[in-house]
């Protein structure tokens, strides 16, 4: 359609990178990109540590469950939800800061919407990205790691770099399935979509010659347990209120 729909469409998480680093200015010019995105109330809740020094870089991808790519990858970057800024406002203002679950969820999507953007600014350079959930692994050795001071929330890792595969896409969910005319369907609407979606990812898995599976089922499994289970006390003991 257009150069940025080939950018969005053409996405895939790159975990193999080439050799070559990403510079500084290229770095600087994707964040400057990503802080133009939306942001509730023009709170701009949100930071990125770009991590260089291969001894934090090592640390960070062990907590991330030995994630080598974390250190492979031509630039790393921890983004965080921001409220420090806020509450040094706050404080030189002689305000209370008082914010609770929605000051939190704030920062979390203004943190969310501009990593993403900085992910496409990067992707329309012809770098790949890929997230790292893993490090809410373990948030307090993050912390300990990156000496995060209270107000700063990490939120995911950032590995940026030259692609060195290029993977299949990743199918989704029917777009029937995600936009809805007015009201949200009935279950038994939405278990038919899943049902051919299933179909979709079976016949692509037994392609591919992986074990077989389906969408429905692997996401049953993964949120059949409870897992990191210290957020809300690694996050309360930053300073937010989740109530
Ligand atoms: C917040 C977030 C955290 C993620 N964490 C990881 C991670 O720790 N390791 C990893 O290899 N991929 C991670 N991913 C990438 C997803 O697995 C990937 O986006 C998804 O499987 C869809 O594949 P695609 O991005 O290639 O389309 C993460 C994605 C998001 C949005």
């Given at each position: 359609m257009n150069e940025t729909f080939d950018v969005l469409l053409g996405h895939r998480s790159i975990r193999r990178y080439t050799d070559e680093p990403v510079p500084d200015e290229v770095v600087r010019a994707a964040v400057e990109a990503g802080r133009w995105a939306s942001t509730s109330s023009l709170v701009q809740a949100y930071c990125a540590i770009l991590v260089r020094d291969p001894d934090t870089l090592a640390q960070l991808s062990r907590i991330a469950g030995d994630q080598s790519k974390v250190r492979r990858a031509g630039a790393f970057l921890v983004i965080c939800a921001d409220t420090r800024r806020h509450r040094l406002a706050a404080r030189e203002a002689g305000t209370p800061y008082e914010t609770r679950l929605e000051g939190f969820l704030v920062a979390a999507i203004d943190a969310a919407l501009f990593a993403q953007n900085t992910c496409v600014a990067f992707e329309s350079l012809g770098y790949g990205i890929c997230y790292v959930g893993?490090?809410?692994?373990d948030l307090p050795a993050v912390d300990r790691v990156l000496e995060i001071p209270d107000g700063i929330y990490p939120l995911f890792g950032l590995c940026v770099g030259r692609p060195a595969e290029a993977p299949e896409a990743r199918p989704r969910l029917p777009l029937d399935a995600v936009l809805f005319d007015e009201r949200y369907p009935s279950d038994e609407a939405m278990l038919e979509l899943l049902a051919a979606h299933d179909e979709e990812v079976a016949a692509i898995r037994e392609r591919q010659g992986r074990t077989p599976g389906t969408w429905s089922a692997r996401v049953a499994v993964q949120l059949s347990r409870p897992t990191r289970t210290d957020l809300a006390a690694y996050y309360t003991a930053k300073g937010a209120d989740l109530g």
């Open positions: 893993g490090l809410r692994n």
